[in-house]
């Protein structure tokens, strides 16, 4: 106390969940923001410009109570490109890929292993390109990632090639996810595996605009990398966003 005001220290954080332990009250460490959002990331390139728009569906968000504390669980999303032969050209955007002020304790300590996890369509798609997944040391930067946003947004950004992509990929995974079928007990963290989704992309020229649908799901953990087109044991899973779509401008 100074001067008749109390000064709290740098843990009053803690000192404050400490006291909703003990009084049974419940604390959500990280509020929900359900506006819109636009997230432009660095456009230095000179390819074409483009939007990526993702509409949110009933179960983008779920929450997680661990004792007092509730935390608002949001998907792990990441788009990419390929030619003809299914190879990777370029990753568009990716959440949460460059560790900074990282709070997903999954990321943190399994770096890499954690996006090849979760996202194993991609993962197998930038391993055979010899590109390497981020971690801690070798994070991606600002021109193709941002922390997951908590609602429907829009991504402003630019293609790198100059190559014309022959389709557009994304690729959906939230944390414990789980259901009858997919658990703790037969793939571990994730719960239900990755969704993805895929448009294959005509003559491009501005103002098209190209829907990405669902196309199957990137197997459990243990599973060899692949689409597996089987969604009848999904639920939850494709109820995360309702729309994907490419705007070229």
């Known amino acids: 106390m100074r001067n008749g005001v109390w000064i709290l ?4 954080g ?49 929450r997680m109570r661990l004792g007092p504390v509730i935390f608002n669980v949001l998907p792990q999303i990441v788009i990419w490109t390929e030619d003809s032969l299914g190879q990777l050209m370029e990753t568009v955007y990716i959440t949460g890929a460059d560790f900074k002020k990282m709070r997903h304790a999954g ?35 600002d021109a193709v990632t941002s922390a997951t946003p908590q609602s429907s947004f829009t991504v402003q950004t630019r293609l790198r090639q100059a190559v014309k ?21 037969n793939n571990d ?21 190209c829907s990405l649908h669902s196309v199957g799901h990137g197997g459990k953990i243990q599973d060899p990398p692949a689409i597996y087109s089987d969604l009848s044991d999904f639920d939850t899973a494709l109820k ?10």
């Not at 220290?9 to 009053?12: K, M, P, T």
């Not at 890499?112 to 070798?138: I, N």
């Open 14 to 62: 803690v000192l404050l969940l400490f006291v909703a332990l003990l009084m049974g009250f419940s604390c959500v460490m990280n509020k929900m923001d359900h506006t819109h959002k636009t997230i432009v990331l660095e456009q230095k390139s000179n390819g074409m410009p483009i939007q990526v728009t993702i509409i949110k569906d009933t179960a983008f968000s779920a």
């Open 165 to 185: 992509p022959y389709a557009f990929f994304a690729e959906i995974n939230k944390s414990g996810d789980l259901n009858a079928v997919y658990n703790k007990e």
């Open 189 to 209: 963290w994730v719960g239900q595996p990755s969704i993805v989704y895929s448009v294959k992309v005509p003559e491009i020229q501005p103002g098209l605009v």
């Open 107 to 141: 990321k943190n300590k399994k770096g890499a292993l954690f996006f090849s996890e979760c996202f194993p369509v991609w993962a197998s798609r930038v391993k055979a390109a010899g590109k390497e997944l981020p971690s801690k040391e070798k994070p991606y930067t």
């Open 240 to 249: 995360q966003v309702r729309a994907i779509a490419i705007t070229f401008q």
């Open 9 to 12: 220290s740098r843990n009053h």
